[in-house]
């Protein structure tokens, strides 16, 4: 069953993007897809967005204060979940693309965030699931009273299981609206733009609330209030979402990224020894009539990394997966590879983001929260929401004014390249932690001048915590530029057919960045503390030196700089090479990656 393909088509035709229903049948464009069916998304992902970060953004404060864990101990289980949130949707991505399809991978993930959520808003809200209150004004003064094994364990549990919710939810939900615009079709391409800019708006929306209302709630109401509702508003979301059903379109699985690299690596082993042919033409490669039917292009033999080219050289034998990969494939995974190096100067700057809901938290815990005549007193975490909203203001204004202005001077499309901008963000994180280094030594002072000698013992410093303002918003202006710009990177030089991979790269900075600063906060707190030393990290800030062990960011943030140059000097961009092929009776331009023209001369600039 075909529907009409004439350019720029009409509601009666059937989408040309391979999209069915969800048993497999082609759809008419006027019934599933299309902004009708991407609200429900968007509004699933303001819900969930507030859930996440309503648990994330003041989960230190509650292993803390509730569960009576020390600052590193607290930090470090903060930046452990967070990180393994960041690590599994590149399993959950794997599963939707090769097996379940992302619509059944959601819809089972869902299930399980929502039991993960359940389970810790009970872990929260029991008596017999919670050590008894400590601090000031209670039996246990100092806290000594620890969380048992089997309240650590059941919220530990949860914890760990809404992670692996969000490994089902993360990774599809956003392709799931992307899929609902054909992209074949002009009107609903340009519709596409539109979504992921509401998308954006819906992300930025929920983790606003979840940083100024949900922590407010948690902070002076409590935390059963403050975790039922996030729950309560991830099972709305999950049922708006599941509405939506009847107008949703789907694409079908296909093989995994991970297994067509394996192969490629794979079959370059085991042909190590083979010598490579003269001529690449004589490389393994499908008839390009078969790419024109999938509506993509074969790629090109490049040089670079010829090891791997050998797993398309012909021998005669299997021609299995695992023994002969085409040229195509080959460059697919020469391009994935060669973006680990950008991948890895990604790593420190990840971690500097595992500051914000940790330690620079912790610090707004010692000042005073107090504002207004009547005495409002906000929660530390709150200052989280000035990130969102620098962030934002700053994306407009790189978009609307900064990259017309670079347009002018270097006449790139972009303003400046994806590495140069990239540059300008891991610069910010400098100038961050240099700023917060200074700012808490100030802060230290004035907590000794005063005689507040003890962070645990409840009196604050008479310092106003808006003096840690400038290091918040700074790190929303350095996420506009290196966060968006590592997304976009990823995402435009990952090839065609492995876009989802690339996006995970993401993921994956963000994940081992918080297990990088899990590591470096217990490594620093035992180096320093070593001889009967309190060491740099105490659980009594006011004698800690966190300025010292921000100045040591500070600096591992120039080594990381460097190395990015470095990175930057050898990296060679791929070029779009733009052609005509035959698509079965009418002529399609196709777009295909490979490195720029200038091989053995890489881009310097950033």
């Not at 590149?90 to 693309?97: P, V």
């Not at 919220?155 to 992307?178: C, D, E, H, R």
């Not at 460059?331 to 500097?352: D, Y």
């Not at 707190?525 to 009594?540: F, K, P, S």
Request: with cysteine.
């Amino acid at each position: 069953m075909a529907g009409k393909l004439e350019a720029g088509g009409g509601d009666g035709e059937y989408t040309q993007d391979g999209t069915t229903d969800l048993h497999g049948n082609p759809i008419l464009r006027s019934e599933r897809g299309g902004w009708r069916a991407c609200s429900f998304v968007v509004v699933y992902e303001v819900f969930e967005r507030m859930a996440y970060y309503g648990i994330s953004s003041n989960l230190v404060l509650y292993l803390t204060k509730q569960l009576h864990q020390g600052t590193v101990l607290s930090a470090n289980n903060v930046t452990n979940w967070v990180g393994t949130i960041w690590m599994t949707p590149i399993i959950g991505a794997y599963i939707a693309d090769a097996h379940l399809g992302r619509y059944r991978t959601f819809m089972v993930a869902s299930v399980i965030y929502l039991l993960g959520m359940i389970l810790l808003t009970m872990a929260v809200s029991l008596p017999s699931l919670k050590p008894a209150k400590c601090g000031v004004g209670t039996a246990d003064l100092n806290c000594d009273q620890k969380a048992s094994s089997v309240q650590l364990g059941v919220f530990f549990l949860a914890l760990y299981i809404l992670a692996v919710g969000t490994g089902g939810t993360k990774p599809n939900i956003s392709t799931i609206g992307a899929d609902q615009f054909d992209e074949h079709e002009p009107r609903e391409r340009r519709q596409k733009l539109s979504f992921f800019n509401w998308w954006m708006f819906s992300i930025f929306f929920g983790t606003l609330f979840a940083n100024t209302v949900l922590v407010y709630i948690q902070d002076k109401i409590g935390w059963t209030v403050g975790y039922a509702l996030p729950t309560v508003g991830l099972a709305v979301s999950i049922a708006i979402f599941t509405a939506g059903t009847p107008f949703y379109r789907h694409k079908p699985t296909s093989e995994s990224s991970f297994a067509k690299m394996a192969g490629v690596i794979v079959a370059a082993v085991r042909k190590c020894r083979v010598p490579s042919p003269v001529d690449p033409r004589d490389l393994h490669e499908i008839d390009p009539e078969q790419y024109a039917k999938k509506k993509t292009s074969p790629l090109p033999y490049t040089p670079n990394f010829s090891v791997l080219s050998k797993a398309a050289v012909r021998t005669g034998g299997s021609t299995s997966r695992w023994s002969l990969s085409t040229v195509t494939q080959v460059e697919q995974t020469k391009q994935m590879l060669k973006m680990l190096p950008v991948l890895g100067i990604t790593f420190v700057p990840s971690a500097m983001l595992a500051q914000i809901n940790t330690l620079f938290v912790k610090q707004g815990t010692t000042l005073d929260r107090h504002v207004g005549a009547h005495g409002f007193e906000i929660p530390p975490a709150s200052l989280q929401g000035f990130v969102t909203i620098s962030m934002l203001v700053s994306v407009v204004l790189y978009d609307r004014l900064f990259v017309p202005f670079m347009r002018r001077l270097t006449r790139n499309p972009r303003g400046i390249s994806l590495l140069q901008r990239m540059g300008v963000g891991l610069v910010l994180h400098i100038v961050i932690m240099a700023i917060a280094s200074v700012t808490d030594r100030y802060r230290l002072n004035v907590a000794h001048e005063n005689g507040v000698f003890d962070s645990k013992a409840g009196k604050t410093i008479p310092l106003s915590i808006f003096v840690l303002l400038p290091q918040f918003v700074l790190m929303g202006v350095a996420d506009a530029f290196l966060e968006v710009a590592k997304i976009e990177f990823f995402y435009d030089q990952a090839p065609e057919g492995m876009k989802s991979l690339g996006t995970s790269y993401s993921m994956t900075s963000l994940g081992i960045g918080n297990f990088l600063s899990s590591f470096l906060l217990s490594t620093v707190a035992h180096i320093t503390g070593r001889h009967g030393q309190g060491g740099w990290i105490q659980n009594n800030l006011n004698a800690s030196r966190l300025d010292l062990y921000f100045a040591f960011f500070a600096v591992l943030n120039c080594a990381n700089l460097v190395v990015f140059f470095a990175v930057c000097r050898m990296y060679v961009y791929n070029a779009e090479v733009t052609h005509v092929v035959d698509g079965g009776g009418e002529k399609q331009r196709e777009v295909a990656m490979q490195p720029s023209p200038a091989a053995g001369a890489p881009d310097v600039m950033l």
